[in-house]
């Protein structure tokens, strides 16, 4: 047994040894967190850092990619810091007396590609923007992300709803113009998605109209309206003077409502609006997500594809435009475009307003489009005719267009044949589908691009 002083020196001994092992485990469990406090800040700086250009929202960009933002071209430029705007200011820069400094917004986009070259080639800066979402296959885009990167054409990655990103760019770039087709597409999507077109067509664009308003010098503004505005109007062909207060689907809906959006931007703050009507708009490096390309991809797999008639059994039929008419027309229109008249936000005096028709004036019958499509592809079609689906389709489009001729000289000249004939030689080429394709389409080579 041990006695009672031995017991209290062992007491105290023990209380020293617990004394000393509780200042220790306080010292390394500080030390702990002052390390652990220095992480989290230099992750926190090196995140920040990272993340400027600022990241789009993703709650109101429902489509965007949520796993990176980080690809493979913004990566080189990350940081916001002076290598990127270089970049930014480089591509933004025209090579020709006069030239415009344009930002095309959708830049990644079927239209926003094929006219960002058009404008590059002909000695215009061009930067794009596109939030690259995945609506339809995104690698499509990239692709065409690289092609431009090759004539020196920079995709900033970003949402139109990203105020602070849009000021950004207009900081280091007095943009003349603004070539607006960025957009929620698609006539059918609109139903299980319809959010997105609210984010994208009217929130976006009402985001990008904050940031030209009050600018300055206010950029002139040319933006895709659509053909679906026309809804159920009967008359035809259509006109700019029909009404276009029916839409049937939830994005001519939208379309529509840039249009009225337009109109106030115009009047309060004298920002130069020019809308334009596209009428489905077809060609290489085209949209996954419309008929002409899944017909393609369908048939070619031995797939049955669905052609639709109208309730009084009438053949469906568009007023389908080749990719290069409307190129022609969006830089008509942006060469036409007077400049806006407001400064500082303020309006100082009436601005140009307009909207034009770009159709193909020969509408097509949907059935005559796999017609086509078969000869040029040698394969039959395993069609179903089946009436047309409550999905906000309509009937029939036929554009007048002799207002876009009158303003700018628009004429299209590709007939859907022959345009489709440079659709499936693309499509074969950029899939790698080496097939009796190939020499039917061989023909081409010679006489296309
Ligand atoms: O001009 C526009 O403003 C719009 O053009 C385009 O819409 P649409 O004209 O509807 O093109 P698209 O879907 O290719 O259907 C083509 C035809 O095939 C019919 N169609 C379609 C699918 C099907 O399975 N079967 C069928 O017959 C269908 O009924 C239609 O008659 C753009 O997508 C849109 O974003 C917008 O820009």
Known sequence: MASPPD????????????????????????????????LIALLLILLFTLNYPPVADHASS????????????SSAFVGGGSAWEKQIRHSATPRRPNGFSVLVTGAGGFVGSHCSLALKKRGDGVLGLDNFNTYYDPTLKRSRQAMLLKHQIFIVEGDLNDDKLLRKLFDVVPFTHVLHLAAQAGVRYAMQNPQSYVASNIAGFVSLLEVCKSVNPQPAIVWASSSSVYGLNTQNPFSESHRTDQPASLYAATKKAGEEIAHTYNHIYGLSLTGLRFFTVYGPWGRPDMAYFFFTKDILQGKPVNIYQTVDDKEVARDFTYIDDIVKGCLGALDTAEKSTGSGGKKKAPAQLRVYNLGNTSP????????????????????????????GDVPYTHANVSLALKDFGYKPTTDLATGLRKFVKWYVNYYGIESRVKKETKNVAEDSD
Not at 62 to 73: A, D, K, Q, R, V
């Open 62 to 73: 429902p489509h965007l990619h949520t796993t990176s933002n980080f690809n493979f071209l």
């Open 364 to 391: 097509v019958p949907v059935g005559k489009l796999v017609s086509i499509l078969e000869s040029l592809l040698s394969v039959k079609a395993k069609k179903h005719v089946i009436k047309m689906p409550r999905n």
């Open 7 to 38: 017991t209290s020196k062992l007491d105290r001994y023990n209380s020293y040894i617990r004394r000393v092992n509780s200042t220790k485990l306080l010292n390394a469990s500080s030390k702990l967190l002052f390390r652990a406090t220095l």
